[in-house]
């Protein structure tokens, strides 16, 4: 019932910076974890960092430092911004909703690091 649509994807350089936005078809009462993934080639969509409804964010260790996961008062929109974007971050981003037992994706976005 609940799509997700994420934006914000597109070319960037390296050492640039984008700030990528997922936002939920209808209110979701600020219920239930948003996060982010990405592709990881042959290795499936790997945690980025996630956020509760209560606000409580976990980052993968690997991702920590030049990521930042925040979302909105509404609870709706959940926000990936990337500082220093290197080429290996190029791949697919995708947002995530768990919420009252169900697992929601976006279709995803595509960020492309390169000169």
């Known amino acids: 019932q609940v799509q997700l649509v994420e934006s914000g994807g597109g070319l960037v350089q390296p050492g640039g910076s984008l700030r990528l936005s997922c936002a939920a078809s209808?209110?979701?009462?600020?219920?239930?974890?948003m996060g982010w993934n990405r592709q990881a080639p042959g290795n499936g969509r790997e945690l980025i960092a996630k956020?509760?409804?209560?606000?409580?964010?976990t980052y993968a260790d690997s991702m920590k430092g030049r990521f930042t996961i925040s979302r909105d008062n509404a609870g709706n929109t959940v926000y990936l911004q990337m500082n220093s974007l290197k080429p290996e971050d190029t791949t697919v981003y995708y947002c995530?909703?768990?919420?009252?037992?169900?697992?929601?994706w976006g279709q995803g976005t595509l960020v492309t690091v390169s000169e």
């Open positions: 209808q209110s979701i009462f600020s219920s239930g974890t």
């Open positions: 956020i509760t409804s209560s606000g409580r964010i």
């Open positions: 995530r909703l768990d919420r009252f037992g169900a697992v929601y």
